[in-house]
């Protein structure tokens, strides 16, 4: 909730920050871009599946304290890279959902691991809730550096409660006979032949454009178009309808084929914004928007790890989603980049908008025919 809480308030800092460092926002958004691409690397999954969730998560705490508080002591573009692109991007890996739904995966049945996911996911989202807003204010009273600094105290309690989750995954999990374990080369072998893991790797590129694109350039936007107060209200928002819609289709991938969930909601996520883009930018319209993409906004994570644990089993959940997950900061590296280069040379986000829109309709289609039957027996 902490680290997804403070990740999602990013997008709140780009405007006086470009106005404070004369940076522009495609430099600040190329760092950030750099962030996500390395919250992506499916490194800290491997740790977790090989050490344990509970360290991986206690040294991404420290980290990512660190990371914010010497993001507020450059100055330079490379000085942003190296604090909030590497340092904070490597913390992130290390204290979300890569590292948190593998423990989770160790701990419940098959039969109930999509909720469970779910409420994981909406337990972040409802950090996304809390955080914007109240960075929004402290930027209006005490500037982005000391609301940063606050930030990364905040961080700290990571560090505390990663002492509460389990260590190195037991011989004796009592879940082990659902998970057919074979060795770790095997099962990275037979992944990468896998079409269905494939696909899922190519649509979820596209949840990670949609969710960084609008998560960090939605409140400039705003902005851009006369609500400049509406940034944290419109974030604030998107939290609140992401618990409900993480919460309502982890539930429903327990029931139904989880492929056809997950194209349902990428064609909606292109329908939320094309009708956004069609009517005139108002207050009603950008709550609007904020609460339709809000309820499909990470939807996708319990659905997409969901199906990876139900094609592969828990066991090594952390390594295979890890592997989708870096496609979809990929995807997240180019929607903050994109979105920051692409305004600074036209003057406008109507582009990467339109960037969006069709990826959507693209990742309706790739869904579709995923084999998402369990693997019982894995080939050497």
Request: with cysteine.
């Amino acid at each position: 909730m902490m680290s997804a809480g403070i990740r999602q308030s990013f997008g709140l800092f780009l405007q006086p920050m470009s106005e404070s460092l004369n940076l522009g926002r495609g430099n600040i958004s190329f760092a950030g871009a750099v962030s996500n691409l390395i919250y992506g690397l499916p490194l800290v999954g491997i740790l977790a599946d090989r050490y344990g969730s509970r360290w991986v998560l206690f040294g991404g705490g420290l980290l990512y304290a660190l990371g914010l508080f010497m993001m507020t002591q450059v100055q330079t573009t490379l000085g942003l890279i190296g604090t909030m692109g590497i340092m904070v991007g490597l913390a992130l890996g290390a204290t979300t959902y890569v590292v948190v739904l593998g423990a989770v995966a160790q701990l419940v049945p098959p039969e109930k691991q999509s909720r469970s996911f779910g409420i994981i996911t909406a337990a972040g989202s409802s950090g996304m809730f809390v955080v914007p807003p109240v960075a929004q204010v402290l930027i209006g009273r005490f500037g982005w550096q000391s609301t940063v600094v606050i930030l990364s105290c905040l961080a700290l309690l990571i560090v505390l409660l990663a002492l509460g989750l389990p260590g190195k995954a037991s011989a004796n999990d009592p879940f082990a006979a659902h998970s057919q374990e074979q060795t770790f080369g095997v099962l990275l072998n037979n992944a990468r032949k896998h079409r269905g893991y494939l696909l899922l790797i190519s649509g979820f590129f596209v949840c990670g454009f949609h969710v960084a694109f609008i998560g960090f350039h939605l409140p400039a936007f705003l902005a851009d178009n006369g609500l400049p107060e509406l940034g944290g209200v419109a974030l604030s928002l998107t939290g609140v309808f992401n618990i409900v819609g993480s919460s309502l289709f982890g539930w429903l991938g327990d029931y139904y084929r989880k492929k056809y969930l997950l194209s349902f909601i990428y064609l909606s996520r292109a329908i939320v914004i094309t009708l956004f883009l069609v009517f005139p930018i108002t207050q009603l319209s950008a709550v609007i928007f904020a609460s339709a993409i809000g309820f499909l906004w990470l939807a996708t994570v319990p659905l997409t790890s969901g199906t990876v644990s139900q094609i592969f089993g828990a066991r090594y959940l952390s390594t295979l989603y890890g592997v989708v997950f870096f496609s979809h900061q990929i995807g997240a590296f180019l929607g903050v980049w994109l979105g920051g280069r692409l305004y600074d040379a036209l003057g406008t986000y109507q582009p990467v908008w339109i960037i969006a829109i069709v990826l959507g309709l693209f990742a309706a289609v790739v869904h579709l025919p995923i084999a998402d039957e369990r693997i019982l027996q894995l080939a050497p």
